[in-house]
Structure formats: C-alpha cells, structure tokens
T-cell receptor, first 112, second 111 residues
Framework: DVKVTQSSRYLVKRTGEKVFLECVQD?????MFWYRQDPGLGLRLIYF???????EKGDIPEGYSVSREKKERFSLILESASTNQTSMYLC???????????FGEGSRLTVL | RKEVEQDPGPFNVPEGATVAFNCTYS??????FFWYRQDCRKEPKLLMS???SGNEDGRFTAQLNRASQYISLLIRDSKLSDSATYLC????????????FGTGTRLKVLA
C-alpha cells in the first residue's frame, strides 16, 4: 500500500514563527502536492512538485515555500506564520497526472 | 460561479436507502472526474473514477453528463459505514496536475 506520512498531526505555533511541515511517500511517485483544507472552501492547492527540485505554484502560494531535495520528501515552509494560516494541511502524491491522489493523514496547524 | 459545486448537505438517510449526489462543473473542457471519500478528521481517499460511459463498483454507481456538465454518485443499500463526506474532483486539463475539489457533500446514514 502507498504510504504518505506527514511528520506532525497537530502543531501550535505563534505568529511570526517559521514552520516546517514534512511529507514523505514510499511509492516512488513523481508528483507531490501540498493542499490546505478549510471549511466551506474545500481543498486548495498551495504548491506542486513533479520532480526533484522542481516546483510550481498552485492557487494559493502566498506566504508559503516548498522544498523537494529528494524524490520521496516534500516539505512545506511557512516563513513567518500568520493566524490566517491556521488550517488543515494535506500532502498528497500521485504516479500520474491526473491520477489517483494518495493523501497523508494531515497536519492541523494552529497559529496563535 | 465556482468551478466545482456540490450541495453541502447533510443528507440524512436511513440504512438501506438509496441516495444520490450531484456535482456540477463549469469548465466544459474538463477531462477527468473522480469521487473521493473523506471520513471525519481523516484524509480523502479515492472512491472511484468517473468514466464517460458510467461505472459501477458494488453499491456505488458514478455517471457523467457532459451536456449538462455534472457528475453523479449513487449509493444503493446505504450502510452506517457509508457516513462520510463525498468530494467531487475535476481535472480540467488533460495530462496536468490541476485538480479542482468541490467542498463536499456530507452523508449521514441513520440506524
């Protein structure tokens, strides 16, 4: 089975802190994604990566950056967390585009 | 108009009932369509892809109506375990990573 693992299920950070969310997949998938999910807004794409060191902005990249140094790992970085970044963050991977998305369990971030 | 729209529900149905959800999409050139299921406080998981000819998987049937730009999901003989949020997902451009998610339809199956 495909396994997408997100490093932290729950985080509480203060405004202005730098936040790292880590995601690792074990199926050698080329494509990896970071989404955030908010009530009434659904899942929105923050960033996408289709290869090591390759990234593309999604619909809401402002305030975020990403890193993909190894194929299996895709990190989301909040350089200076703000309260409006309080959300559920979901990492996903896929072999094809489009294709089935495999999600991690999510990281619920609260910024105080 | 949202790119993908779903009735948020909740749809409250008794066990054994048949329930159907629709999802409308705005981009007539959309190529691929999916239904995902998301349990409370869990990640979304693929339920089924939606093919032009329609497809069935056990109690679940998905259909695509390109003329009216909607997809549907029919659940027969509902089980308590079917209680979840069902997300409609559309890929508007073939061969790309772009997935547009609906906000989901919540289903509650009651004993």
């Amino acid at each position: 089975d495909v396994k997408v693992t997100q490093s932290s299920r729950y985080l509480v950070k203060r405004t202005g802190e730098k936040v790292f969310l880590e995601c690792v997949q074990d199926m050698d998938h080329e494509n990896m994604f970071w989404y955030r999910q908010d009530p009434g807004l659904g899942l929105r794409l923050i960033y996408f990566s289709y290869d090591v060191k390759m990234k593309e902005k999604g619909d809401i990249p402002e305030g975020y950056s990403v890193s993909r140094e190894k194929k299996e790992r895709f990190s989301l970085i909040l350089e200076s967390a703000s309260t409006n970044q309080t959300s559920m963050y979901l990492c996903a991977s896929s072999f094809l585009a489009p294709g089935e998305l495999f999600f991690g369990e999510g990281s619920r971030l609260t910024v105080l | 108009r949202k790119e993908v729209e779903q009735d948020p529900g909740p749809f409250n149905v008794p066990e054994g009932a048949t329930v159907a959800f629709n999802c409308t999409y705005s981009n007539s050139a959309s190529q691929s369509f999916f239904w995902y299921r998301q349990d409370c406080r869990k990640e979304p998981k693929l339920l089924m892809s939606v093919y032009s000819s329609g497809n069935e998987d056990g109690r679940f049937t998905a259909q695509l109506n390109r003329a009216s730009q909607y997809i549907s999901l029919l659940i027969r003989d509902s089980k308590l375990s079917d209680s979840a949020t069902y997300l409609c997902v559309v890929n508007p451009t073939s061969g790309t990573y772009k997935y547009i998610f609906g906000t989901g339809t919540r289903l509650k199956v009651l004993a």
